[in-house]
């Protein structure tokens, strides 16, 4: 009996590790279409298929953004997704000039949107990376070229939830 369960624990490491060790989720097949998308949207391949934020001209150490889940509407979760967008470098500066001015280090800046979707006391989880449970977060949204405070609702390890109530540029500040 214990050579079988040691020889089935062995082949199921063996199986397991083979498949839990893939790079990526795209098929190989659909690899030139998301390339050529992933292009069109200014993003990485791993960008566009995360629906997320890494990289962006003239910022280094920029943590990771992303929709962390569904989007939450009149007090319901829906299977609605935030967009995630990457903001030009002039978004970048005035982010970075507002986060000085608050005392804070810009931690993001993206555009947000959802389109489709009736924003109707939505609040969308963001998931960044470096961001504690208890941490100062402070959140604004630009609004015919001025900062405005958003509604932080809650800071867990590595996710803000914000309230979101219409698409824009949006800056996050620790």
């Known amino acids: 009996m214990k050579k079988f369960l040691a020889l089935s624990f062995a082949l199921a490491l063996t199986f397991s590790t083979t498949v839990c060790a893939a790079e990526t989720v795209v098929p190989e097949k659909e690899y030139s279409r998301f390339d050529t998308l992933s292009n069109?949207?200014?993003?990485?391949?791993?960008?566009?298929?995360?629906?997320?934020?890494?990289?962006?001209?003239?910022?280094r150490?920029?943590?990771?953004?992303?929709?962390?889940?569904?989007?939450v509407t009149e007090g319901k979760e829906t299977n609605a997704t935030c967009v995630v967008d990457k903001a030009d470098v002039t978004a970048v500066r005035y982010a970075q000039h507002k986060a000085a001015e608050v005392g804070g280090t810009m931690l993001a800046v993206s555009q947000l949107s959802?389109?489709?979707?009736?924003?109707?006391?939505?609040?969308?989880?963001?998931?960044?990376?470096?961001?504690?449970?208890?941490?100062?977060?402070?959140?604004?949204?630009c609004v015919k070229g001025?900062?405005?405070?958003?509604?932080?609702?809650?800071?867990?390890?590595?996710?803000?939830?914000?309230?979101?109530?219409?698409?824009g540029l949006y800056t996050v500040i620790k």
């Not at 150490?61 to 889940?69: E, G, K, R, T, V």
């Open 114 to 141: 959802a389109p489709g979707v009736n924003l109707v006391d939505a609040q969308v989880a963001l998931t960044i990376e470096g961001v504690a449970a208890g941490d100062a977060v402070s959140v604004f949204k």
């Open 146 to 167: 001025e900062w405005v405070a958003v509604d932080v609702v809650a800071v867990a390890e590595n996710t803000v939830t914000i309230k979101f109530d219409s698409q």
């Open 61 to 71: 150490d920029l943590p990771a953004i992303a929709s962390a889940s569904n989007l």
């Open 40 to 59: 069109v949207a200014e993003k990485s391949l791993p960008e566009y298929t995360s629906n997320a934020v890494s990289e962006m001209d003239g910022v």
